[in-house]
């Protein structure tokens, strides 16, 4: 039987009551405080009994304190002068619990408590919805930015890109539910303070839960269905890694005795520099391609194919894409098919391969003009132009249910390009 438990405690430090009944019923349950932090709280087995807990708050406290401050001291003793003994601490919030049912309560002044949350809630868990909130939200806008303007193909056919805008936005809902929650609580505790009295806390957290949950899952899952299990499993570890070393962090640094600030600042040095080794080691460990995008045959000759056909939820239902590298003992062409499920993408799909600047084929085409479609037997046709009028070997070619993109590693005959052309017109469904 084991005798310490681990838990991951999603519980709002201002919620005080609910803290309370949730410590009250593990202490019934033979679990007992021992420690806290962020998220995750440690219990150890005792016999089951009956325990009052109270939390309050010391307002010039930090997580970062080698020691106990001053106020800390005075609390705890005035606590233990009631019959409360100390359970734990974190920051500013201070855990007590008491034998007996009858104990003078620790908070008395309603506008003095309501205080003392605010200063606690603005030095420990507001920072941290503020400082994801921000990152959640700039991580969207870049998202949608990317996947509906700058390359929105190769986003429709990604399971990761698809579902990256929205897990981001699920996690950004239950941090902004949360902020929300905090300051519709806090409004309503200081209307109540100022008539002496004390005001709960009306939240329901399932659906922030849900939300949290949802997006963890669902970002997870696609990143994992697009780069595979090792490099997910690696991203866990990396952030594993980074939680690790801060930690290990603080606690040696309050161990040693050392300042607030010192602390803070080797909790911060430990975050960067684990950041910066797991970076070095993911790009000298990761596996880099070899010999470029040219595909060639055993003997040199005939054409040669390399398919890869796309993963988007949406494939089935939309397009394909891949890419068909062609040689032949003197020219060597690349294409990249975009294969239409449903004919109302064409326009779309058109559009976006002529605005697209982000792909290797579009790199050096500054503008797109009509061309002939008798030689391609296509429905129509662009050719790429740089801005003093020169004509370049890449081609556009859209046909009812397939749009190709063509382009020439060097100059080619009339009478090459028109057998090449041909060839793709032939193989069109």
């Not at 506008?111 to 603005?122: E, K």
């Not at 699920?170 to 806090?186: H, P, T, V």
């Not at 209307?191 to 970002?219: E, K």
Request: glycine content about 6%.
């Amino acid at each position: 039987m084991r005798k310490v438990k681990y838990c991951l405690e999603h519980l709002p430090f201002y919620d005080q009551q609910r803290i309370e009944q949730h410590l009250e019923d593990m202490a019934a349950q033979g679990w007992i405080l021992e420690k806290i932090g962020p998220c995750l709280w440690k219990y150890r087995r005792a016999t089951p009994q009956t325990l009052r807990f109270a939390v309050t708050y010391c307002a010039d406290a930090s997580v970062y304190d080698s020691q106990p401050t001053e106020k800390e001291q005075t609390l705890e003793e005035f606590c233990a002068a009631g019959g409360w003994h100390l359970m734990a601490r974190w920051g500013q919030i201070q855990i007590f619990a008491a034998d007996a049912p009858d104990a003078v309560p620790l908070e008395t002044d309603a506008q003095t408590w309501v205080w003392n949350i605010q200063t606690a809630m603005q030095a420990t868990q507001l920072p941290f919805y503020y400082k994801f909130a921000a990152f959640f939200g700039i991580s969207l806008l870049l998202s949608l930015y990317h996947n509906l303007r700058a390359n929105p193909i190769d986003a429709l056919s990604s399971y990761f890109s698809l579902a990256e805008p929205f897990a981001i936005l699920l996690l950004l809902l239950g941090l902004c539910g949360e902020i929300l929650a905090y300051y519709s609580w806090q409004k309503r505790a200081f209307t109540a303070a100022q008539q002496g009295a004390f005001c709960p806390v009306r939240q329901n957290r399932r659906i922030t839960r849900v939300f949290y949950w949802s997006g963890i899952v669902l970002l997870l899952g696609s990143f994992c269905r697009m780069y595979g299990m090792k490099l997910t499993m690696a991203v866990l570890l990396i952030v594993g890694a980074l939680l690790l070393t801060q930690s290990v962090a603080l606690w040696a640094g309050k161990k040693r005795g050392h300042s607030r600030e010192a602390n803070r600042r080797a909790v911060e040095t430990a975050a960067v520099g684990t950041a910066l080794l797991c970076l070095a080691l993911v790009l000298a460990l990761y596996p880099q391609p070899e010999g470029g995008d040219a595909y060639r045959s055993a003997d040199g000759k005939a054409w040669v194919r390399q398919t890869g056909s796309s993963q988007g939820f949406a494939a089935d239902d939309i397009y394909q894409t891949w890419g068909v590298e062609t040689q032949d003992t003197e020219d060597l062409f690349y294409t990249r098919t975009v294969a239409l499920k449903q004919p109302i993408w064409y326009c779309f799909c058109r559009d976006a391969l002529l605005k697209n600047k982000s792909q290797p084929m579009n790199s050096a085409v500054d503008q797109w003009k009509p061309d002939d479609t008798a030689l391609w037997g296509a429905q129509e046709v662009y050719r790429g132009y740089q801005k003093d009028g020169t004509a370049l070997c890449q081609y556009l070619v859209c046909y009812p249910k397939q749009l190709i993109r063509v382009t020439a590693h060097k100059p080619v005959s009339d009478e090459k390009m028109a057998a090449f052309a041909q060839t793709l017109a032939c193989e069109q469904p």
